[in-house]
């Protein structure tokens, strides 16, 4: 592809020999029905080649869908990009009891917004994706956790499960295959925990979403200590077109170690903020070129490679290729790849207080290092941006900051840190100078009472 | 639903078994009203626990469902739930506290959320929430009006509600009302004050907070009807709009492959 040409076999990082502006190339594969009139019926799903994949997948071996998805190469839409071919295959071999799949259909890592459009376009790609890795897996239940605000996002689940029982593709003895598989559609309530993989387990079983010792992993003892399989919805919604299409088609796109294409979500301060498929590996510089550049000309200042439990980069890495190992290289994650643009106008120190009343208030309580933390960074924060810090100030961000990194239960916690050190990394002047008085407070007192 | 205790207050039933939860610091303790879950509500909660393989799954679920009788989660409701999932008191408070959507007071005739995340507080959430808060005469929290009467609005600040690409964002019971200015904002609050029910610009026609926590718990109305109200939004289809015009594509798959064997035993 061409807009992926910019790491070698080994998935080094190529420096670039030139900023390439030109505008990312769309490979719609994932979003090519969402355009489609009532996208998300079965009528459409089925005339643009829906279930085919499914009734190929149910006269295959589980165990060869297995080895295809391990060649494609797919790696976890989530964020954390384990591939999802191994994860599967850590699964202990079938004893006869049951053992499950949950897509973890949360969202709600801030910037982070595909899942729910994914849900609400083609809900049914979600559907069979469910259905054949179920089936590769060995399990005859799958449950999708969704966040519940999304309940447009819901409807739309459910109805295509519906839809799909309507048709034999669900319920007993699918397409004559003897195979069978139920789908529950089930809502959080608004916990960004939740997402954390074992905190959602705990959570659809019915207790506070709070994250699990590890191990035993989920593969071992995950959904009522059973073996299981959590997935992302994009992770999922890619499974039945790389059975229709095969590994080697897939991986045409994208990089060495990041196969395929990815749904990329531009937000902030861009001309046409919105949803874009390219290849993994594309550049933010090409998105944008796509994207018709940033909002009013007024160039970029900061932004997320893959929200904001991810951390900053500035204009200097607007040529990284986004693919899982080029981002991680240039000292970033890739995320969710939700690409939060923000421009000059923007004060940084600002920004990261915004995200530390976030984490603040999502902290599940678990652990110390991420309770009192994210309450004391919340805090620090406020007062220097209202202009009442003092230099000490900015010592104790960065200590608490590294206090919390690597000492949390669970990765919410360094996620919470990573706006502060990323900032501070690139930006520590402007925390300095709120300090010292040479940029007035970005917030007055009177703003402080209302927003948290 | 008897109504002898006013809102906000709370007090122990002499008449129940329940017993009175303990004050905890900070944690304002749940209220009684009194209410009694009729027949259809339980049938709804069968059908819920019915979908579980193990039935405190239906817990959550069950929680949106008192609020949809209730418009927020009382003493009575906690009771409820745990009386039909075999759960002690304390096990259902545990939940009901740990997540935002449960509210512990009641709440308007509509919900209004408004995310002041970094990315839409910068877009402008801040300022809308501002507008909307001067306008009602509120903080967030708080309700305009007597809670379940038209036009009644409960304000909220919310975190990122996964709608970054349309920021700044509202929610009205969940529904969505993207691209929003204070100006825009404040007009939406002025008709559902006025008893209005303006189209979100992605979901199904609006209804009511306890209309649509039913739904949330799982129970659905015309689900047929409701999947087709709108939702591609020019965001959301911006990379289609792009491969339509120039012409792209992802490479065509081919006609068929070789499906890899299974890996050799070790
Ligand atoms: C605090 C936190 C929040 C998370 N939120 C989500 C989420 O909303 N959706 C999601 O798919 N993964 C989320 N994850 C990642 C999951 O734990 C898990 O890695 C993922 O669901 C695995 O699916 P994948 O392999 O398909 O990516 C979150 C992780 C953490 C630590
Ligand atoms: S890091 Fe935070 S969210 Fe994770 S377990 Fe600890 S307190 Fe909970
Ligand atoms: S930051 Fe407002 S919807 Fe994501």
Redesign the interface.
């Known amino acids: 592809m061409t807009s992926s040409g910019a790491s070698n076999e080994a998935g080094a990082v190529v420096p670039p020999s030139g900023p390439d502006d030109t505008?990312a190339?769309?490979?719609?594969?994932l979003?090519?029905r969402?355009?489609s009139p009532?996208?998300?019926?079965i009528a459409t799903y089925r005339k643009l080649d829906g279930y085919t994949a499914l009734a190929a997948a149910l006269k295959?071996?589980p165990?060869?869908?297995v080895?295809?998805m391990k060649?494609s190469g797919l790696r976890g839409r989530g964020g954390a990009g384990f591939p999802t071919g191994l994860k599967w295959s850590f699964l202990p071999p079938p004893d006869g009891k049951?053992r499950y799949l949950v897509v973890n259909a949360d969202?709600?890592?801030?910037?982070?917004?595909k899942?729910?459009?994914l849900m609400?376009?083609d809900p049914h790609s979600l559907i069979e994706g469910c259905i054949i890795t179920c089936y590769a897996i060995g399990s005859q239940?799958a449950a999708i956790y969704v966040?519940?605000?999304?309940?447009?996002a819901?409807?739309?689940v459910?109805?295509a499960v519906?839809e799909a029982k309507e048709r034999g593709f669900l319920g007993k003895n699918i397409l004559g295959s003897g195979f069978d598989c139920e789908i529950?559609?089930?809502?959080?309530?608004?916990?960004?925990i939740c997402g954390e993989e074992t905190a959602l387990l705990d959570?659809?079983?019915?207790?506070?979403?709070q994250p699990r010792l590890k191990p035993p992993f989920p593969a071992v003892a995950g959904l009522?200590a059973r073996p299981t399989v959590v997935n992302n919805v994009e992770t999922i919604a890619s499974v039945p077109v790389i059975v229709?299409?095969?590994?080697?088609?897939y991986r045409?796109?994208g990089t060495e170690k990041s196969p395929g294409?990815k749904?990329f979500?531009?937000?902030?301060?861009v001309t046409?903020?919105?949803?874009?498929?390219?290849p993994m590996g594309t550049t933010l510089r090409q998105l944008l070129a796509?994207?018709g550049g940033m909002k009013d000309g007024i160039p970029l200042k900061f932004f997320t490679p893959g929200g904001?439990s991810t951390p900053i980069f500035t204009p200097a890495q607007l040529d990284v290729p986004l693919s899982f190992d080029d981002v991680a290289a240039a000292g970033s994650m890739l995320g969710t790849t939700?690409l939060?643009c923000?421009n000059e106008t923007?004060s940084v120190p600002?920004?990261v207080w915004?995200?530390l009343e976030?984490y603040k208030?999502?902290s599940?309580g678990k652990c110390t290092p991420c309770r009192e933390g994210t309450w004391w960074l919340a805090q620090v924060l406020r007062r220097v941006v209202s202009g009442r810090g003092v230099m000490a100030d900015l010592d104790t961000l960065t200590d608490a900051a590294s206090n919390i990194f690597g000492r949390a239960f669970c990765a919410l916690g360094d996620g919470a840190a990573t706006p502060v050190t990323s900032a501070f990394l690139h930006f520590r002047s402007e925390f300095e100078d709120l300090v010292t008085g040479r940029t007035p407070p970005v917030i007055g007192t009177r703003?402080l009472v209302?927003?948290? | 639903m008897s109504v002898d205790v006013p809102a906000g207050q709370s007090r122990a039933d002499a008449e129940s078994n329940i017993p009175v939860p303990n004050q905890r610091l900070g944690i304002p303790e749940f209220l009684y009203t009194g209410t009694v879950f009729d027949e259809v509500t339980r049938g709804q909660t069968e059908e819920i626990i019915a979908?579980?393989?193990?039935q405190?799954?239906?817990?959550?679920?069950l929680?949106?469902l008192v609020q949809s009788v209730e418009g927020f989660v009382s003493a009575d409701g906690i009771a409820f739930c745990a009386d039909r999932?075999n759960l002690t008191i304390a096990e259902v408070e545990?939940?009901a506290t740990?997540?935002?959507?449960?509210k512990r007071e009641p709440c308007g005739q509509h919900l209004v959320?408004v995310c002041?995340?970094?990315?839409c507080?910068?877009?402008g959430g801040?300022a809308i929430?501002?507008r909307l808060?001067g306008h009602l005469g509120i903080?967030?929290d708080e309700t305009a009006g007597e809670p379940g009467t038209e036009g009644s609005i409960t304000l909220e600040?919310?975190?990122?509600?996964?709608?970054?690409?349309?920021?700044p964002v509202v929610?009205v019971?969940?529904?969505?009302y993207d691209n929003q200015t204070p100006e825009s904002a404040l007009e939406l609050v002025t008709e559902l004050q006025a008893g209005r029910k303006p189209h979100p610009t992605?979901?199904?026609p609006l209804t009511d907070f306890r209309t649509?926590e039913r739904?949330?718990?799982?129970i659905?109305s015309d689900?047929?009807d409701?999947?087709?109200?709108p939702?591609?939004s020019?965001?959301?289809?911006?990379?289609?709009?792009?491969?339509?015009r120039?012409r792209?594509?992802?490479?065509s798959?081919?006609e068929s492959?070789?499906?890899?064997?299974?890996?050799e035993r070790k």
């Open positions: 505008p190339v769309m490979t719609p594969v979003t090519r969402w355009a009532q996208s998300w019926s295959t071996e165990g060869r869908l080895e295809l060649n049951p969202e709600g890592e801030p910037g982070t917004c899942d729910i459009p609400m376009a239940l966040r519940g605000e999304a309940v447009q819901m409807r739309r459910a109805q519906r529950i559609v089930h809502a959080g309530a608004g916990a960004y959570s659809l079983e019915g207790l506070r979403g009522y229709a299409g095969g590994s080697d088609w045409q796109m294409p749904i979500s531009l937000s902030g301060h046409r903020p919105g949803q874009y498929e390219a796509a994207a904001s939700a939060m923000f923007v600002w920004a915004k995200w976030f208030h999502e599940c703003e209302g927003a948290h | 979908k579980y393989p193990q405190r799954s239906a817990l959550l679920p929680l949106h999932l545990a939940v740990f997540y935002t959507m449960y959320s002041t995340n970094a990315l507080a910068v877009l801040d929430l501002s808060s903080g967030p600040h919310a975190e990122c509600l996964a709608a970054c690409d349309h920021g929610t019971n969940y529904e969505y992605r979901g199904a649509t739904e949330i718990a799982g659905f689900l047929a409701q999947v087709n109200a939702t591609a020019e965001e959301t289809l911006r990379g289609n709009e792009i491969a339509d120039l792209q594509t992802a490479p798959m081919p492959y070789e499906m890899p064997p299974l890996p």
